[in-house]
């Protein structure tokens, strides 16, 4: 058997539960790999499609994103031989409903659940909005007089070709899954299964402390809180809210905040916080979980939680809202 992921980037939580999935079925003889978006490719699609992306976002209060992209989706010549197309995160790639209804019918469809976006007319984060359930109108996110017309008619795409193709739903948490579960596009497909993300435990484990406080310049003696995500600046990781609080505990002094992501962030006047990038590398993630005395995530939401569970590996104590699938991924 042949199994293709795609995934849009090559990094992210998504990236890595699709990589770890992929390697998971190689070890047991099934011929898996892993594709993401060419993130090279310019041209005039490549333009035309940021346009397209700037409408949504003139269009709507929160971040949505429609189906028809003009970017191209795996070639062919990718497509030899697969048997089962294993769908992440895509959003932001290629027209999925339209690609699923040219793909040959005995190809299998599996579609992994990292957030709302397969399952609704454009949203991606549960905001207590269950309109999903039924026909995605009004949608409370989109500018009037679109908000009733184009959620809907995105929903309606997704469930025509997600229906013709008997795809198969795998949430990432228990509780994503029960939301899932009451889209009409789930419905009609037979529900969703979960399969919680995993970790490679030979790179997040207990790490020497001293050893990784010194690789990065911290005194030995700091009181260190890790804080991270993929992108700073994602508004739902809440990273500026979460440094305002910290700058303004009692005592700052030997506090040290090591801050891992792409992008940058206000920093409060007198705050000792050290910004490391984006850490793609396990190894580095692991060795950045081993300065802290704690790992804190401030998100509004996560579908389940996979960097609080590095951090846990690594033995660091993490701090987290009880909200989505957190719970699942740090339970008390």
């Known amino acids: 058997m042949r199994v293709l992921h795609l995934n849009t980037d090559p990094s992210g939580g998504s990236y890595e539960y699709a990589a770890l999935l992929s390697i998971a079925l190689a070890e047991r003889g099934i011929d898996s790999r892993v594709l993401c978006k060419n993130a090279s490719a310019k041209g005039a699609r490549f333009f035309l499609n940021r346009l397209i992306r700037r409408a949504s976002v003139s269009l709507s209060r929160e971040p949505w994103h429609g189906t028809r992209r003009l970017l191209l989706p795996p070639g062919p010549e990718e497509l030899v031989d697969v048997d089962v197309i294993h769908l992440h995160t895509v959003a932001d790639w290629?027209?999925?409903?339209?690609?699923?209804?040219?793909?040959?019918?005995?190809?299998?469809?599996?579609?992994?659940?990292?957030?709302?976006?397969?399952?609704?007319?454009?949203?991606?984060?549960?905001?207590?909005?269950?309109?999903?359930?039924?026909?995605?109108a009004p949608c409370p996110i989109l500018k009037t007089p679109l908000n009733r017309l184009l959620a809907k008619d995105e929903q309606r795409r997704k469930l025509r070709a997600y229906r013709s193709r008997q795809v198969r739903f795998v949430a990432n948490s228990q509780w994503l899954a029960n939301l899932a579960q009451q889209s009409p596009i789930v419905r009609v497909c037979g529900g969703a299964r979960v399969i919680t993300p995993g970790i490679d435990m030979t790179f997040f484990g207990p790490q020497d402390m001293a050893e990784c406080r010194a690789a990065h310049s911290i005194p030995p003696d700091a009181f260190v809180i890790a804080v991270g995500a993929a992108s700073l600046t994602d508004t739902n990781k809440n990273i500026p809210w979460l440094l305002k609080q910290l700058s303004q505990l009692p005592n700052l002094k030997g506090v040290t905040v090591v801050l891992a992501g792409e992008g940058s962030v206000p920093v409060p006047d007198g705050f000792d916080v050290r910004l490391v990038g984006n850490l793609a590398d396990r190894r580095e993630r692991a060795r950045f979980f081993g300065v802290a005395d704690v790992f804190v995530s401030a998100s509004l939401m996560e579908t389940y939680g996979l960097t609080l569970v590095e951090a846990m590996a690594c033995g660091t104590p993490v701090v987290a809202f009880r909200v989505g699938g957190i719970p699942e991924a740090a339970p008390e």
């Open 94 to 136: 290629f027209d999925v409903p339209g690609w699923l209804e040219s793909l040959p019918i005995s190809t299998g469809v599996v579609i992994s659940l990292h957030d709302m976006w397969h399952v609704t007319g454009g949203c991606f984060l549960y905001r207590g909005c269950d309109l999903y359930s039924d026909i995605c």
